[in-house]
């Protein structure tokens, strides 16, 4: 059984292994940011795609065969150059589509990414660090 397209038009992983709405990400603090990608990863190409004020999309450079042989993967995101040390992770986290949000932002902040993959088989595949700031808050009187 391959992926394909359901009645509502997105991809659905092979093996009906898509998310419902009840299975939203769960956003949590975390420790520490993964520092870089390990040695043992194969690297994911993900790349900022827009900033709005309080959220950033990514694309994900990754085929549909390829997306579809991922288990799970996570993302951990932090603030940079604040004294702040909180950290946040969104767990599981197997975007739909190969373009995603990061939502609930604060404007002009920079935030360093990370994101993380296993394959079906084990493989761990993440990205390097990915720096970016989110845009100004524009009030519309």
Known sequence: MGGGRSAGGHFEPAGGRQVSAGLLPKRTVIESMPRRNPDDSALLTVQVYKTLSDAVVFDWFISLNDKDRMSE???AYAKVGRNESSA????PFLPRHRSFVLPSLEAETTYEFHMSCDD???RRY?????NFTTGAYIRLD
């Open 73 to 75: 993967c996570d993302v």
């Open 88 to 91: 946040f992770g969104l767990s």
């Open 120 to 122: 079906r088989v084990g």
């Open 126 to 130: 993440a990205t390097n660090a990915i």
